[in-house]
C-alpha cells in the first residue's frame, strides 16, 4: 500500500483527521433535511460541510460534475477528492496516473452509489403532471438522467476517466464490510497478474434514509452518543466520511522508488445466511474469520485490532464475545482494542476503510487512542479496550468487521521497509 487519501467530519486528509484524534474531537452536529412538501426531519450527524467538501474539488473536477449532471452528488466529490489524495500519496500524478506505462485498476467500495442523488430529487420534488396523454410515468422523464445513474457503471466510467484509470473496474458492495471487500479484490488482481497497481476507494453520506431506516430497525443512539463496548452505549450516530488508497505490488513499488505505508498480508472472510440485520451467534463466522486471518499472516502475534465497535448493545456484545473466542482458539492472549467510531461516527459503506486507514497511522506513529466516549465496560465485553493513549510498537494489526448481509472480514497489515526487503531506492 503506498499511497491512502480520508475525508470525515473532522476535516480533509489524513494528518487534519489524526490532529483531530489527537485532540479527542468529537464533532457531532445537527443535519436538518427539508423534503420539499414542508416538511423537514432532524438528526444527529459527524457531518462534513458542504461547501468546504466543494472547495476541495479542483475548477476541472467541478466542471466534470456538472457535466455529468452529478454537482450535488456527494458520494462522489467524496470519492474524488480522496482518490486524488491516494495518488498523490503514493506518488502518482492524478491526472495521468495510468498512462504512465501503468496498468491501473479501479475498485469503488459503496452501499449504494447514485441511489442518494436520485432519492433527493425525489423527495424534493412536487407534483410532476404528464407532458401529454401517452406519457403514463411523467417522473421517469423529469428524473431519467438521475434513474440512469443508479445502475453505478457510470461512476466507474467518470472516475476511470477523471484519473486515467485504463486497467480492470468494479463496484462491491458489502454493507459495513465493503472497504475490506474492495481491498481483498484489489490483492486478488494484484496477484492474479492482471494489473499493476490498483485504486480502491469507499464513500458515504449520511443520508435521512440511511438515518430513518436503522432509527427503524433500532441501530442508532437515542442518547446521541456512541460509546463502543462502553456500558452506557445504546446505538450509533451516523457520519459522512470516504476513503482511498493505492495497492501495487512490492516489486513495482520498489522500482518507483514509492515509500510503503504498509503491506496487506492477506484477509479471511466468511457468509452468514441466518438473518439480513443480526447476527448467527451459533455459527461463530466472525471468530472463525478473525482466527483464520491471523494463523495464516500474524506470525508471531497481533498487537492491536480495531473492531466495527458501532456503539450496539447487542452486536458490540456479539463482536466482543467473538473476538475473544477467535484468540483463545489460537492460544493467544487477545490484542490491544481500540475503536474509531467515536472519532469519525458510523461512516457505513466507508467505515472499515475509513478505520483501517486510521489504524494504520496508528503504525506509523506508535499510537494507539483511546476509544472516544469508552469509560466502563458494558456486560460481559471483556475486552483490553483502549481507555487511553498506548504507546506501543505496532508491527501486525487486525481490522475486522460483523456486517449485516452476514459479511464477516478481517484482515492483516503489517510494517514493512521496502528498501530493506526489496532493495528499493532512496
Not at 469519525?344 to 472516544?372: W, Y
Request: hydrophobic share 40%.
Amino acid at each position: 500500500m503506498t499511497g491512502t487519501g480520508l475525508a470525515a467530519s473532522s476535516g480533509f486528509g489524513e494528518d487534519r483527521i489524526w490532529e483531530a484524534v489527537l485532540h479527542q474531537r468529537s464533532p457531532v452536529t445537527w443535519r436538518t433535511y427539508e423534503t420539499g412538501v414542508g416538511g423537514s426531519v432532524r438528526y444527529p450527524v459527524y457531518g462534513i460541510d458542504a461547501d468546504g467538501l466543494r472547495a476541495q474539488l479542483t475548477e476541472s473536477e467541478r466542471q466534470a460534475m456538472a457535466e455529468w449532471g452529478l454537482s450535488g452528488d456527494v458520494d462522489l466529490a467524496l470519492l474524488i477528492v480522496t482518490i486524488r489524495e491516494a495518488l498523490r500519496s503514493a506518488g502518482l500524478d492524478p491526472e495521468s496516473a495510468g498512462r504512465e506505462g501503468m496498468n491501473l485498476s479501479l475498485v469503488i467500495g459503496h452501499e449504494n452509489l447514485g441511489t442518494v442523488f436520485l432519492v433527493d430529487r425525489l423527495l424534493r420534488s412536487g407534483g410532476i403532471v404528464p407532458s401529454g396523454p401517452d406519457e403514463a410515468l411523467p417522473s421517469f422523464r423529469h428524473f431519467q438522467d438521475s434513474f440512469f445513474h443508479i445502475q453505478t457503471f457510470p461512476y466507474l466510467f467518470y472516475l476511470a476517466r477523471l484519473f486515467g484509470v485504463n486497467g480492470l473496474t468494479f463496484t462491491v458492495n458489502n454493507a459495513c464490510a465493503s472497504g475490506l471487500y474492495a481491498l481483498e479484490l484489489g490483492r486478488q488482481l494484484l496477484a492474479s497478474g492482471s494489473t499493476d497497481a490498483v485504486i480502491v476507494a469507499c464513500s458515504d453520506y449520511a443520508h435521512v434514509t440511511e438515518y430513518l431506516w436503522l432509527q427503524d430497525k433500532g441501530a442508532l443512539s437515542k442518547k446521541h452518543e456512541l460509546r463502543p463496548f462502553d456500558r452506557k452505549r445504546d446505538g450509533s450516530i451516523l457520519g459522512d466520511g470516504a476513503g482511498a488508497l493505492v495497492l501495487e505490488s512490492a516489486d513495482l513499488a520498489a522500482r518507483r522508488g514509492a515509500g510503503a505505508v504498509c503491506e496487506y498480508a492477506g484477509g479471511s472472510f466468511g457468509q452468514d445466511t441466518w438473518s439480513l440485520t443480526l447476527p448467527d451467534v451459533s455459527r461463530h463466522t466472525y471468530s472463525s474469520v478473525i482466527a483464520d486471518a491471523v494463523a495464516r499472516w500474524g506470525g508471531a502475534g497481533v498487537d492491536l485490532l480495531v473492531p466495527h465497535g458501532a456503539g450496539s448493545p447487542l452486536w458490540d456484545r456479539y463482536e466482543a464475545a467473538e473476538i475473544r473466542r477467535s484468540f483463545a482458539q489460537l492460544s493467544m492472549a487477545t490484542p490491544l482494542v481500540t475503536a474509531f467510531k467515536g472519532y469519525l461516527g458510523h461512516t457505513l459503506g466507508a467505515s472499515a476503510m475509513l478505520e483501517m486507514l486510521l489504524m494504520l497511522r496508528c503504525m506509523k506513529e506508535g499510537l494507539v487512542p483511546p476509544t472516544l466516549h469508552y469509560e466502563e465496560a458494558g456486560a460481559k465485553i471483556e475486552l483490553p479496550v483502549a481507555a487511553g493513549w498506548e504507546k506501543r510498537d505496532i508491527r501486525t494489526a487486525v481490522k475486522a468487521v460483523p456486517a449485516y448481509g452476514g459479511f464477516h472480514a478481517a484482515c492483516v497489515f503489517k510494517t514493512i521497509d521496502l528498501k530493506e526487503e526489496y532493495g528499493g531506492k532512496e
